[in-house]
C-alpha cells in the first residue's frame, strides 16, 4: 500500500473521533454551594458593615469579591423559626414552626416540608450539616430525615438542656443566669458521640465544625456539593479557643467574631487547595440580630432599632455577603429587598432543581446576584413573630408596624460578662409608617403624611392575614402547615 496513502487513512482515523469529541457541547457542572449561618450576629458586627475593635479581613474580602447585601432579612427574629425560614423558602408560621424550640418540646419540622437538600439532591448532590441545627431533636426530625447524606453539630441552642437541676421544664430565664452550663450533646449523624460538659468544652465548638467542614469539602471535590455551616456562636453563652482568646479589643465577643471569620478563611482556602473555588457559591449570613440585653457579651445592630426577638430593623435585618466567582461582579452593593426565604428559590434556579411541591414564599433573586439594576425580585416582605402575630409589614423602603406587644430593650440597663439585663417582654409598640430610605432606625412615625401608602400597606396585609393568619387580629389564615409532631 502507498505509504502517502496509509498516512493519510491513518490520519483520518485519528482525526475524527477527536473532532467529534471537540464538537461536542461541553458538559456545565453545577456548582457547589456553601451556606455559612451564624447565630445572634448583629447587623454591625463584621468590619465591613462597620463593626469596631477587631477585624473580619476574610469575610471583608469575600465582599470585596462579591457582593454585599445591606436590606436582607432574615426569615424571624428567633432561632429556630429562622432556620425553618431558610432551609424551606417559606415564613416559618406557613409551615408551623415558631419561637425556639426547647429540649422538652414535642415539634419540630415536619418530614414533610421539602428543604434546601432535599431541592439540590434532586440534582446528585451530596449534602452536609455542620452545627446547630434547632428544628426538632427528636430523631424524626434531625438533618439526616431533612435530605441531608451527614450530619456534626447539637440538636438545639448551646444555652439550652433538657430540665433543670430540679427536674422542671427549662426556661430561657433560668439557663442564662446558671454558672453551671448545660451538658450539651455533640450528634454524629443519629447518634451523641460526646457531650459539653462546661463552658472550656465549648472553645472547641467552632474547631470541631470547621474541621468537619473542610473534611467534606475534600471528600467530595468530585461531585457538587451543598454544605449547612450553622455556626453555635456568637450566641451566648460565649466560648472560644486558645487560638483567639484575648486577641481582640472588644473582649470575649469580638474574639468569637475573629474566630468565626478565621472559620470563613478555612473554607476559602480548602475550595482553592481542591481546585474548587471557581465553581462554589458562598453565602454568608444570620439568623437574627443581636440578643442587646447580654451587653458586652451581645453583638450590634448596626444602629438599627431593637434586636434580637423583636421584628424592627434590628431584630431582622443581619448581614449577606454571596461570593461567585466570574458570576457576581467584584465588590457589589446590594440595596435592594431580599431574604433568607429567598436563597431555596435562587438555589433551585441556579441548579434548575424543581421548586418543592408546596407553596413557599421565597422569589429568586439570582437578578441581583448577576448584578441586574432593574431586576426588583422581591416587593413586599412580612414581618411575623410570637406563635402568628403579623408586627409589620414592608413594601419597598415603606415598612407599616402595627400595634402590637412586643420585646423592647430600649430604658433598660443591659447586662455583663454572660448574665442578661431585664428587657420588657410585652410594651404596647404603638402603629407607625417608617420610610427606610431615610429613616432605617425606625424613629420618625410619618403616616399622617403619607395615607395613601399606609392604606396600600394595610390591604398589603388583609392578603396576608388571610393566607398566612394573624394572632393580633385572632385569624387562622387558609394555608398554613402543621409542623411535624411525637407522641
Same mark, same amino acid.
Given at each position: ?126 449534602t452536609a450539616a455542620i452545627g446547630k441545627w434547632h428544628l426538632g431533636h427528636f430523631r424524626d426530625f434531625l438533618p439526616l430525615q431533612q435530605g441531608f447524606d451527614e450530619y456534626l453539630g447539637i440538636p438545639y441552642s448551646n444555652d439550652m438542656w433538657p430540665v433543670n437541676f430540679d427536674g422542671t421544664p427549662a426556661k430561657p430565664e433560668s439557663n442564662v443566669r446558671k454558672r453551671d452550663y448545660p451538658v450539651l450533646p455533640l450528634i454524629d449523624g443519629n447518634e451523641k458521640i ?99 440585653? &447580654?451587653?458586652?457579651? +451581645?453583638?450590634?445592630?448596626? $444602629? ?5 426577638? *423583636?421584628?424592627? =430593623? #434590628? ?96 430604658? &433598660?440597663?443591659?447586662? +455583663?460578662?454572660?448574665?442578661? $439585663? ?5 410594651? *404596647?409598640?404603638? =402603629? #407607625? ?55
Open positions: 500500500m502507498n505509504t502517502l496513502f496509509k498516512q493519510s487513512l491513518l490520519s483520518g482515523l485519528v482525526t475524527f473521533p477527536l473532532a467529534a469529541i471537540c464538537n461536542e457541547a461541553p458538559k456545565t457542572k453545577n456548582p457547589n454551594i456553601i451556606l455559612i449561618f451564624c447565630d445572634d450576629l448583629g447587623y454591625g458586627d463584621l468590619s465591613c458593615y462597620g463593626a469596631t475593635q477587631y477585624k473580619t479581613p476574610n469575610l471583608d474580602r469575600m465582599a470585596s469579591q462579591g457582593v454585599r447585601f445591606t436590606s436582607f432579612l432574615s426569615a424571624q427574629a428567633v432561632c429556630s423559626a429562622s432556620r425553618a425560614g431558610i432551609l424551606t423558602g417559606c415564613y416559618p408560621n406557613r409551615v408551623g414552626i415558631s419561637g425556639a424550640l426547647f429540649p422538652d418540646s414535642k415539634i419540630g419540622l415536619n418530614p414533610s416540608e421539602e428543604t434546601i437538600a432535599e431541592v439540590l439532591k434532586k440534582r446528585n448532590y451530596k460526646r457531650e459539653f460538659n462546661t463552658l472550656e468544652d465549648q472553645a472547641e465548638i467552632t474547631t470541631i465544625y470547621t474541621e468537619r467542614a473542610v473534611k467534606f469539602i475534600g471528600q467530595n471535590k468530585k461531585n457538587p456539593f451543598f454544605l449547612y455551616l450553622a455556626h453555635s456562636m456568637p450566641h451566648v453563652p460565649l466560648a472560644v479557643s486558645e487560638k483567639f482568646k484575648g486577641k481582640s479589643e472588644q473582649g470575649i465577643y469580638g474574639d468569637v467574631i475573629m474566630e468565626i471569620d478565621w472559620s470563613v478563611g478555612e473554607i476559602m482556602k480548602a475550595l482553592e487547595k481542591n481546585g474548587l473555588d471557581k465553581n462554589t457559591l458562598v453565602i454568608f449570613t444570620s439568623d437574627n440580630g443581636p440578643w442587646l440585653n &447580654f451587653g458586652n457579651h +451581645a453583638g450590634s445592630n448596626g $444602629g438599627l432599632r431593637e434586636g434580637k426577638g *423583636a421584628s424592627f =430593623e #434590628g431584630g431582622q435585618r443581619v448581614p449577606c455577603i454571596m461570593k461567585w466567582p466570574e458570576k457576581i461582579q467584584e465588590g457589589t452593593i446590594c440595596n435592594k429587598l431580599s431574604s433568607t426565604i429567598d436563597i431555596l428559590p435562587t438555589l433551585a434556579e441556579i441548579t434548575k432543581s424543581p421548586l418543592p411541591e408546596k407553596k413557599i414564599d421565597g422569589v429568586n433573586i439570582l437578578p441581583l446576584l448577576l448584578g441586574d439594576e432593574n431586576a426588583i425580585p422581591r416587593e413586599s416582605f412580612l414581618y411575623y413573630y410570637r406563635k402568628n402575630s403579623l408586627e409589620a409589614v414592608r413594601k419597598g423602603d415603606w415598612k407599616l408596624v402595627f400595634a402590637h406587644p412586643g420585646r423592647t430593650y430600649i430604658g &433598660f440597663k443591659p447586662g +455583663a460578662d454572660g448574665f442578661p $439585663g431585664a428587657t420588657n417582654e410585652n410594651f *404596647a409598640h404603638e =402603629e #407607625g409608617l417608617y420610610d427606610l430610605r431615610r429613616d432605617v432606625g425606625e424613629r420618625f412615625d410619618v403616616k399622617e403624611f403619607y395615607p395613601e401608602v399606609v392604606a396600600e400597606l394595610k390591604k398589603l396585609a388583609d392578603e396576608a392575614r388571610q393566607d398566612l393568619g394573624d394572632d393580633i387580629q385572632k385569624m387562622e389564615g387558609k394555608n398554613r402547615r402543621q409542623p411535624g409532631r411525637v407522641e
